[in-house]
């Protein structure tokens, strides 16, 4: 994601939103200097890969505005 992000950057866009279904805490806050709004659907602490988490915690919107 960070890599995509960097990219849309160059491009110039007036708002760059990211949304993802699930993504440790620390991921979130690295990527939100890169983007306007980050929504994602769960965050849990023992993140070890997506398909081993579960959708639990419900939805969860970060925004800069």
Known sequence: ????????????????????????????SELAPLCDEIVCLSQPRNFFAEGRSTMTSGKRAISKS
């Not at 849309?8 to 991921?27: M, Y």
């Open 1 to 28: 994601a960070k890599a995509a992000l960097i990219a849309v950057c160059k491009a110039g866009p007036s708002r760059i939103a990211l949304a993802i279904p699930v993504a440790p805490p620390d991921a979130i």
